[in-house]
């Protein structure tokens, strides 16, 4: 057999191994680009506008984190992530991380991490502006039909602390508002940042009744177990709120819906 000359040998191992050291790097995708969760579909937190772009409070949180990270908004590739979607999203690496209003609770922890929480809210309810006999949680006892998401933190409130009620669970809550809008259901319930959302787009057609009735703590959802990314997300969420960059992001998004700024929450370490 004729000898092959060792740099001939050196050039073709190069050749072979470089499509795989390729591969490897990028994972089948562009590593120059992350990849975050949000809503699409709430005003004011997550919400994909006609022209393709992406705005809301959620939404700032997601890319001042995202720049923090080293990945500036034009490296950012956004994907839809409704509720009940949200746990197979990170648990198959199709989402670095999830800004959705997304309450952290001891069943999800168990599938993902989160870190913040960077948000805390309540759940309230969205009636018609005509209605007078829905006053809270408790009249809904009375025959009427609730609205909520599957999957949802909300929706679980319901059947865990109001068992006759009429629930109704919907994919999104954008299809909630329009059932309301309809007549087809009486009210809608969640969270009272995302019911504001949903009223200061539509003056005059809906408002906000009763105290809130839960406490909910938001917090971005990532993959269990990398407890670097979740130090990192930590760190940025905190320098967000230190900088003012928190107060102004909450003021522009949700101010219009008459909302008072909170001030935020503490992060979990």
């Given at each position: 057999?004729?000898?092959?000359?060792f740099k001939l040998v050196g050039t073709l191992a190069l050749a072979i191994a470089l499509p795989f050291a390729a591969t490897a790097c990028g994972g089948g995708g562009d590593s120059s680009k992350i990849v975050i969760g949000t809503k699409y579909d709430q005003p004011g937190l997550g919400q994909?506008?006609?022209?393709?772009?992406?705005?809301?409070?959620?939404?700032?949180?997601?890319?001042?984190?995202?720049?923090?990270?080293?990945?500036?908004?034009?490296?950012?590739?956004?994907?839809?992530?409704?509720?009940?979607?949200?746990?197979?999203?990170?648990?198959?690496?199709?989402?670095?991380?999830?800004?959705?209003?997304?309450?952290?609770?001891?069943?999800?922890?168990?599938?993902?991490?989160?870190?913040?929480?960077?948000?805390?809210?309540?759940?309230?309810?969205?009636?018609?502006?005509?209605?007078?006999?829905?006053?809270?949680?408790?009249?809904?006892?009375?025959?009427?039909?609730?609205?909520?998401?599957?999957?949802?933190?909300?929706?679980?409130?319901?059947?865990?602390?109001?068992?006759?009620?009429?629930?109704?669970?919907?994919?999104?809550?954008?299809?909630?508002?329009?059932?309301?809008?309809?007549?087809?259901?009486?009210?809608?319930?969640?969270?009272?940042?995302?019911?504001?959302?949903?009223?200061?787009?539509?003056?005059?057609?809906?408002?906000?009744?009763?105290?809130?009735?839960?406490?909910?703590?938001?917090?971005?959802?990532?993959?269990?177990?990398?407890?670097?990314?979740?130090?990192?997300?930590?760190?940025?969420?905190?320098?967000?709120?230190?900088?003012?960059?928190?107060?102004?992001?909450?003021?522009?998004?949700?101010?219009?819906?008459?909302?008072?700024?909170?001030?935020?929450?503490?992060?979990?370490?």
């Amino acid at each position: 057999m004729p000898s092959v000359p060792f740099k001939l040998v050196g050039t073709l191992a190069l050749a072979i191994a470089l499509p795989f050291a390729a591969t490897a790097c990028g994972g089948g995708g562009d590593s120059s680009k992350i990849v975050i969760g949000t809503k699409y579909d709430q005003p004011g937190l997550g919400q994909k506008k006609p022209d393709g772009t992406m705005s809301g409070f959620d939404v700032d949180v997601a890319k001042y984190v995202a720049n923090e990270l080293g990945y500036p908004e034009d490296k950012i590739e956004w994907k839809e992530a409704p509720s009940p979607q949200r746990e197979t999203l990170i648990q198959n690496g199709q989402v670095e991380y999830i800004v959705g209003t997304y309450s952290i609770t001891d069943a999800r922890k168990e599938k993902v991490d989160f870190a913040g929480p960077y948000l805390l809210t309540g759940q309230s309810l969205l009636v018609r502006a005509d209605n007078n006999d829905i006053t809270g949680a408790a009249s809904l006892e009375n025959n009427k039909k609730l609205c909520s998401v599957s999957g949802s933190t909300p929706a679980q409130n319901i059947k865990d602390k109001y068992p006759k009620v009429q629930l109704q669970q919907f994919d999104t809550y954008s299809a909630c508002v329009d059932a309301l809008k309809n007549g087809v259901i009486d009210a809608v319930t969640t969270d009272e940042v995302i019911l504001a959302g949903f009223a200061a787009q539509s003056p005059g057609t809906f408002k906000i009744v009763g105290d809130t009735f839960s406490e909910e703590r938001y917090g971005i959802g990532l993959k269990k177990g990398d407890t670097e990314l979740r130090k990192k997300i930590n760190d940025a969420l905190e320098k967000m709120e230190s900088s003012g960059a928190w107060k102004e992001a909450f003021e522009r998004n949700l101010g219009p819906a008459g909302i008072q700024t909170p001030a935020p929450p503490a992060v979990d370490r």
